[in-house]
């Protein structure tokens, strides 16, 4: 049986979750992570070197320690998400996705029929290779997994009512970094323009009934996000974690 995944029926009741991205291919982190008390975290197979094995390894530690997995792929491909919902993802991250089309290829992608075109193997890790019912599975993973898709061009902003129409999105996920580089203020996520067009995608987001991500580098940031209505947080990455814990503490002692 597919786990349950509590964020994507939380969020239909406006709760908040707070997760963080793991770029270290050792499971021990996502134990961590759960130890910590992190909701959920994202794989990311966009800016760090995955492999698909290192990948599975990861979703494997996330079963035994409960926290949700989420994966982001490397690009709007059906293969890719196929291979990371059929590893046992509960949830697709696709980047770059600009148009209601490009939006629509993702659900379809991700979900089985009625609601979208999944491509099927009962074989799946997903599927408890060839253990389960095939029609109780389908069922349960349309239930579960969640469809988050990325709100980072100009282009984005541009269709993003289209894409707020699109069906069975579960989050619009905002990347501050992009966006600045949309908007003519590259590298300056905090530049007023960026923070005026997320306050922007956050209210059509709430009118829309769909949920609002993005990522935030620090606990003040997180805050600020939560009161304005963000959803889904993704606070740093592991990487980022140990590196600011490292300086803390060698600031600390070295006075």
């Known amino acids: 049986m597919i786990r349950a995944n509590p964020i994507k029926r939380g969020l239909k009741e406006g709760k908040s979750y707070i997760g963080t991205f793991a770029k270290i291919p050792d499971p021990s982190v996502v134990e961590i992570f759960a130890f910590a008390g ?52 509960l949830g697709i991250m696709v980047p770059e996705t600009s148009t209601a089309e490009e939006v629509k290829h993702v659900v379809e992608s991700a979900l089985y029929a009625p609601e979208g075109k999944r491509g099927y193997t009962a074989s799946s890790r997903a599927a408890g290779y060839g253990s ?64 005026e067009t997320m306050d922007w995608i956050i209210g059509k987001c709430k009118g829309a009934g769909v949920a609002a991500g993005t990522i935030a580098p620090d606990p003040k940031t997180t805050r600020t996000l939560l009161e304005k209505g963000v959803q889904l947080i993704g606070l740093s990455s592991d990487q980022a974690m140990i590196l600011h814990s490292g300086r803390s503490f060698l600031k600390e002692i070295r006075g």
Do not use: C
């Open 38 to 89: 992190f909701d959920f975290f994202i794989i990311d197979n966009e800016h760090s070197q995955m492999s698909k094995e290192s990948m599975v390894n990861l979703l494997r530690a996330s079963d035994i320690s409960g926290i949700v997995p989420i994966v982001r792929v490397r690009e709007n491909s059906r293969a890719q998400i196929l291979q990371a919902l059929d590893a046992g993802g």
């Open 132 to 195: 389960m019912d095939p029609t109780f599975y389908a069922k349960q993973a349309n239930e579960q997994i969640m469809v988050i898709v990325y709100v980072e061009t100009q282009e984005a902003l541009e269709n993003l009512d289209a894409i707020l129409k699109v069906p069975h999105v579960d989050v619009v996920w905002m990347g501050p970094m992009d966006l600045s580089q949309a908007l003519g203020v590259t590298g300056k996520p905090n530049h007023p323009k960026v923070l």
